[in-house]
């Protein structure tokens, strides 16, 4: 029987959590993975806090990151892993716990635009990329507040389906996880 408890089963856990996590991040590769991948590697990292930790989750993220940033080649999505969907699956947990749901929601998405506006920031000035806003020419000026809006809408829409994959993991995925801890040996 596997002890949760112990340091080789964290390591390990998170090693191969990470590496799968990279992996998954090499999706964005492919066209209009750019967001899906990193999404679904701040899962994977949550599943990491969810088993065995905030503390392995987050030297967890912090070495996925790292990878990231070294060996993904789309920037875009490196930069979405790292300043948002790396970590907020996890700091969604704690979120959850405010109890007044007006002030849960403003929380959020105060930690999402702060995110969105340090990867605009980030990839617009710092890296000189400027081709953000193709193909909203038509939205003239008022293009960066059309594709604000759209990120916003998008975020809700993600941030309700991150509902439903944790009840998912819970149900189906978790128990399957505990049988294949007791089954090593």
């Known amino acids: 029987m ?3 408890d112990r340091l080789s089963f964290k390591i390990s856990f998170s090693a191969v959590t990470v590496a799968i996590s990279v992996v ?6 492919i066209p209009g993975f750019n967001y899906i991948s ?3 590697a701040g899962i994977l990292i949550f599943i990491i806090y969810d088993e065995i930790g905030m503390k392995w989750a987050m030297l967890s993220f ?3 990151s790292f990878a990231v940033l070294f060996v993904v080649p789309g920037w875009e999505s490196a930069m979405l892993f790292v ?3 790396g970590y907020y699956p996890t700091l969604r947990k704690h979120a959850e716990r405010v109890k007044i749901k007006v002030f849960r929601g403003f929380l959020k998405f105060l930690c999402f635009n702060i995110a969105i506006f340090l990867i605009y920031l980030v990839l617009n000035k710092l890296l000189k990329i400027n ?4 193909g909203l020419e038509v939205f003239g000026e008022t ?7 759209t990120s916003n809408f998008t975020f809700l829409i993600y941030d309700m389906s991150l509902d439903n994959i944790t009840f998912w993991y819970k149900k189906t ?4 996880l505990t049988v294949c801890y007791a089954n090593l040996k």
Not at 131 to 134: G, R
């Open 2 to 4: 596997v002890k949760r």
């Open 24 to 29: 998954l991040m090499f999706g964005s590769m």
């Open 38 to 40: 990193p999404a679904l």
């Open 62 to 64: 912090l070495t996925c």
């Open 83 to 85: 300043l948002f969907f």
């Open 131 to 134: 081709d953000m806003l193709e």
């Open 143 to 149: 293009a960066v507040f059309v594709l604000w809006a």
């Open 173 to 176: 995925l978790k128990p399957r």
